[in-house]
């Protein structure tokens, strides 16, 4: 340091000052970048005599992020656009040099990652990606949403180095995202195809599956509910067609009526709901009930279906008149609706049906049980 006391700095209360030294960090200071040189080349050449070699790279990198720091204060626009294209230039030489610590080191101390998307760029190329996954790192927000940017942007097949970041990062919803999106990528490329038993569609179903079961698991993880069971509702819509293949039943890609006409006439009433689950379709069941239970007189569907759902007194309701306009009346009509009667929550309207329909016997035991003296009460008031 002593070869420097007469090289040229900035003048300081008379002195000449050309460096500032603190612990182990050295700082030059000059008036223009010529006599800065001077200083450079003097260190250079005094470091070589003792063996040391300066690591000009690491000079430039640093003087480019202060560079940018400068122009950022005092808002020049044309300085930072100047000190971006430095960068790119920057970035070449630590390519060449294979400094990918420093590569990383000037992305981080400029900061402007979507205006440095070639740094990921030559870190990809050379294998050098997870250098961005280093500890402390975890710590800058912008790069980590720069990071799953550049994977979303110029890596989209890359499901593994998206994975890999994000489980890193903890970022579980931009995982869920991704494997969500894969799932309905994978589903729309099912959409022109006969869905036939062969090993191709089984393992699309298959792969769709495990996409919307790990992106529901993702989504808990980031305490998204909603778009948990969303997910949930789509793997067992995509486990059900699986299970229909050898039927030939389509549930995928259905249109509103396709639904209606599926859940109406479908035999098993979990899988019916499984289909209006995953649609988002409002269902009264009224139309299901009638052709499952009243006319096919599946008892089964019945049992199953109070097993999810609560019978309501207005799905009964509703029901007994599809019976009473029904022309023929289904022959095994009568006694399906006896069962559903017994459902029926509410005495009173389970009483008047019964009458209209001139089921005695129900009648009868309904004025036998409990419920008698309620509903001779209510008899006499209508009346």
């Not at 500032?20 to 200071?29: E, G, L, N, S």
């Not at 400029?110 to 990606?129: N, P, W």
């Not at 994000?166 to 869905?195: N, P």
């Amino acid at each position: 340091m002593q070869n420097l006391e007469n090289c040229p700095g900035i003048k300081v209360g008379g002195y000449n000052v050309n460096n500032i030294r603190y612990a182990d960090d050295t700082v030059f200071i000059a008036e223009n970048k010529d006599d800065l040189q001077k200083l450079l080349n003097i260190v250079e050449e005094e470091s070589r005599k003792k063996g040391l070699e300066l690591n000009t790279l690491t000079i430039q990198t640093e003087l480019v992020i202060m560079a940018h720091e400068c122009y950022t204060i005092s808002s020049s626009m044309e300085g930072i656009s100047h000190v971006l294209r430095v960068s790119r230039l920057c970035c070449n030489s630590l390519t060449e040099a294979k400094e990918y610590g420093l590569m990383i080191r000037l992305l981080t101390g400029v900061g402007r990652y979507g205006e440095m998307m070639y740094i990921f760029h030559a870190l990809q190329q050379h294998h050098q990606f997870e250098l961005l996954l280093r500890k402390g790192m975890d710590r800058e927000d912008k790069l980590k949403i720069a990071i799953l940017d550049y994977l979303k942007r110029y890596q989209p097949d890359d499901g593994e180095a998206y994975t890999m970041v994000a489980l890193k990062f903890s970022m579980y919803r931009d995982i869920a995202s991704m494997l969500e999106t894969c799932g309905h990528r994978t589903l729309k490329h099912l959409k022109d195809k006969s869905l036939d038993q062969s090993k191709e569609t089984q393992d699309s179903l298959k792969k769709c599956l495990q996409y919307f079961q790990d992106a529901a698991e993702s989504y808990v993880k980031d305490n998204s509910v909603r778009k948990a069971q969303h997910c949930v509702k789509l793997a067992r819509l995509v486990s059900l067609q699986l299970q229909l293949l050898p039927s030939g039943i389509t549930v995928i890609h259905l249109t509103r009526d396709q639904v209606a006409i599926f859940t109406n006439t479908h035999p098993r009433f979990i899988e019916a709901m499984v289909v209006v689950d995953a649609y988002e379709r409002r269902q009264d069941w009224s139309d299901a009930v009638f052709n499952n239970v009243v006319v096919n007189n599946d008892t089964r569907y019945l049992l199953e279906m109070k097993l999810h759902v609560v019978i309501t007194p207005t799905l009964v309701e509703d029901v007994v008149k599809k019976y009473k306009n029904a022309n023929p009346k289904p022959t095994a009509g009568l006694p399906a609706i006896r069962k559903l009667l017994t459902s029926c929550k509410d005495a009173q309207l389970q009483y008047k049906l019964a009458m209209d329909l001139g089921l005695t016997d129900i009648v009868t035991a309904m004025l036998k049980a409990d419920t008698g003296s309620f509903l001779q009460d209510v008899t006499v008031m209508t009346m």
